[in-house]
C-alpha cells in the first residue's frame, strides 16, 4: 500500500509562509495505525452502497477532524508504520510478535482512508522498514528544533519520553481530550519526561512484548529513578538500593535492561525527511471528497462539505463587498 502521500512542496511552502506570519507553528502528527484501530473498533457496522465495509474510513475522519478542530494546527501529517525495526528485532526476536493480525476488514480499509488524506491536502507518510514511532520522533525532534509547537495523537506511552514544553500528547482513547504535557506524565509515571525511557525499562511493555525486571513494577522504578536519577547511576550505585529482593534482581538482569533501554528508544535518527513546509494545512479538493463520499455513503459528510463551501463562497462575497 502506497502511503508515501505527502502534499506537493509548492503549494505546501506557499500557505506555510502565511501560517508563519499568523503566529506561532503548531504541527499536529497522527499515529496512523493507532487511529484507524480505534476507528474500527469504535465503529462496529457501517458499510458503503456497495457492502464494503467504511467503519475505519468514517471513524478516522470524524476523529480527525475533531482533532484539528480542537488542536486548530498549522501543519498536519498522518505515519503510517512501514514494517518493525530490524535493530530492535535483533536484539528481542520476540518483539511484537504477541500481537495479533490486523482484522481483514481494517486493512482493506487503510488504502481509502489515505485516498481521503490525499483529498484533503493532509500529508500522509511511511518509510518502509521504518516504525511510525520512530518516523514521529524524527520529524518532531526536526519541528521543535525549527521553534515549533507539536501534538502528537497517539496511544502509545513510549511517546511519554518525547514530551517537553513543546511536545504534547493526545491519546484517542481519552474521551476528555486532554493534553497529556510534562506535569501529566509525571503525575501518571511518578517520573519526568526525561526519565521514560529508563522506566519502561525496568517494568518492561506488555504491548511490546519486552519483559522487564521481576520484583521491579512501576511505582519501585519510579522510586529508584528518583533516588538515583537514572539507570547509569542506579548501577553505579546498586548497593544503595535498601531492598536486597530488588537489589538482587537488577543484579541478575542488568543485560536485559540495557538491552530494554535500546527497544525503548526512539530513533530521532531514522531519517524520515519530509519537508516539514509540506506539511502546511491547505484547502481540500472538495470535488474529489465528493466523490469519495458519494461511492462510501457518507451522505452527513457530503452535507458539510457543502456547508462548508456555502460559508467560505458567502465570506469571500462579504469580504469582497467590503473592499
Not at 518493525?84 to 493480525?101: D, F, H, I, S, V
Not at 515549533?148 to 493526545?170: A, C, E, N, Y
Request: aromatic residues 6%; glycine residues 8%.
Amino acid at each position: 500500500m502506497d502511503r508515501h502521500a505527502s502534499v506537493e512542496a509548492g503549494s505546501g511552502s506557499a500557505q506555510a509562509g502565511s501560517t508563519l506570519a499568523h503566529g506561532q507553528p503548531k504541527l499536529l502528527v497522527i499515529d496512523g495505525h493507532c487511529y484507524a484501530y480505534r476507528a474500527f473498533f469504535a465503529i462496529r457496522s457501517l458499510s458503503s452502497p456497495t457492502g464494503a465495509a467504511t467503519n475505519a474510513i468514517y471513524g478516522f475522519i470524524r476523529m480527525l477532524m475533531k482533532i484539528q478542530a480542537q488542536i486548530q494546527p498549522t501543519h498536519v501529517i498522518v505515519v503510517w508504520d512501514g514494517g518493525l525495526a530490524q535493530e530492535r528485532m535483533t536484539l528481542l526476536p520476540g518483539y511484537k510478535a504477541q500481537r495479533a493480525e490486523m482484522p481483514s476488514d481494517l486493512e482493506a480499509q487503510l488504502d481509502h482512508i489515505v485516498d481521503y488524506l490525499r483529498g484533503a491536502n493532509i500529508a500522509s507518510y511511511m518509510k518502509n522498514g521504518c516504525e511510525a514511532d520512530d518516523c514521529i520522533a524524527a520529524i518532531t525532534e526536526r519541528a521543535v528544533a525549527a521553534g515549533w509547537d507539536v501534538v502528537i495523537g497517539t496511544s502509545d506511552k513510549d511517546f511519554m519520553q518525547l514530551v517537553s514544553p513543546r511536545v504534547t500528547l493526545l491519546n484517542p482513547h481519552d474521551k476528555t481530550g486532554t493534553l497529556v504535557g510534562v506535569e501529566q506524565v509525571r503525575a501518571k509515571t511518578g517520573v519526568e519526561p526525561t526519565q521514560i525511557v529508563d522506566w519502561l525499562s525496568m517494568i518492561g511493555d506488555s504491548v511490546d512484548n519486552i519483559p522487564g525486571v521481576p520484583g521491579v513494577g512501576p511505582k519501585t522504578a519510579a522510586d529508584l529513578l528518583h533516588q538515583f536519577g537514572s539507570v547509569n547511576a542506579l548501577y553505579a550505585r546498586l548497593g544503595e538500593v535498601r531492598s536486597e529482593r530488588v537489589r538482587g534482581s537488577l543484579e541478575k538482569s542488568a543485560e536485559v535492561l540495557r538491552r530494554n533501554q535500546r527497544l525503548v528508544q526512539l530513533h530521532v535518527e531514522a531519517g524520515c525527511e519530509v519537508p516539514l513546509e509540506d506539511l502546511a494545512v491547505r484547502p481540500v479538493d472538495g470535488e474529489r471528497l465528493r466523490e469519495l463520499f458519494s461511492v462510501w455513503g457518507f451522505k452527513r459528510l457530503s452535507q458539510e462539505l457543502e456547508e462548508a463551501r456555502m460559508k467560505a463562497a458567502d465570506l469571500f462575497v462579504e469580504h469582497a463587498g467590503a473592499a
